[in-house]
T-cell receptor
Framework: AAGVIQSPRHLIKEKRETATLKCYPI?????VYWYQQGPGQDPQFLIS???????DKGSIPDRFSAQQFSDYHSELNMSSLELGDSALYFC???????????????????FGPGTRLTVT | AQKVTQAQTEISVVEKEDVTLDCVYE???????LFWYKQPPSGELVFLIR??????QNEISGRYSWNFQKSTSSFNFTITASQVVDSAVYFC??????????????FGKGTKLTVNP
């Protein structure tokens, strides 16, 4: 089965540079989530998109921006990189609930392999 | 606010031992979802299980079993007859049920399990 694709898998940048991370969701999934996992930390939610619109925003720095394109892939743009931005960045995709009734069904978030960003 | 607590930072066992990973959660929502993910040393996050708040039936999948108790807000994970390949960091996570609410996952700090031969 097709999985979430992230590119690049590894990225090394210097301070103050910019970086663009790409995420290709599982086919037919309409929701994309971005998470940041620092060394030894749990993943922290950054931002999500549903049907190409931002649906939720977490602790994402103003230096970061993201969008979801018409083909549902998403890009996370990071500018003025800092040493503290070094982390594993995960993209996850899901098919948002399309159920009906008092408690709609829901679908798991499937994670990509992650992009390991190192800022030197 | 939503919160997940995994009190065990690290656990070390010998192969074939049973091990239980604890997860306690906090939420004001009446409907929500709980998850367990495995993160092996290679770094990827592997989905293990999802449990709906309205379904307290425990589940068994091979050597894995999950005990969901709403009364104590716990969702514990047991590995029976552990193997070296089970060595990983395990995350418990919580999310709202959707319908306009945030669907982000809130993770616990994770439990690092080491299974020694």
């Amino acid at each position: 089965a097709a999985g979430v694709i992230q590119s690049p898998r590894h990225l090394i940048k210097e301070k103050r540079e910019t970086a663009t991370l790409k995420c290709y969701p599982i086919p037919r999934h309409d929701t994309v989530y971005w998470y940041q996992q620092g060394p030894g930390q749990d993943p922290q939610f950054l931002i999500s998109f549903y049907e190409k619109m931002q649906s939720d925003k977490g602790s994402i720095p103003d230096r970061f921006s993201a969008q979801q394109f018409s083909d549902y892939h998403s890009e996370l743009n990071m500018s003025s990189l800092e040493l503290g931005d070094s982390a594993l960045y995960f993209c996850a995709s899901s098919l948002r609930s399309k159920g009906s009734g008092p408690v709609p069904s829901s679908y798991e978030q499937y994670f990509g392999p992650g992009t390991r960003l190192t800022v030197t | 606010a939503q919160k997940v607590t995994q009190a065990q930072t690290e656990i070390s066992v010998v192969e074939k031992e049973d091990v239980t990973l604890d997860c306690v959660y906090e939420t004001r929502d009446t409907t929500y979802y709980l998850f367990w993910y495995k993160q092996p040393p290679s770094g990827e996050l592997v989905f293990l299980i999802r449990r709906n708040s309205f379904d307290e039936q425990n589940e068994i999948s091979g050597r894995y079993s999950w005990n969901f108790q709403k009364s104590t807000s716990s969702f514990n994970f047991t590995i029976t007859a552990s193997q070296v390949v089970d060595s990983a960091v395990y995350f418990c996570a919580l999310r709202r049920s959707g319908q306009g609410g945030s669907e982000k996952l809130v993770f616990g700090k994770g439990t690092k399990l080491t299974v020694n031969p």
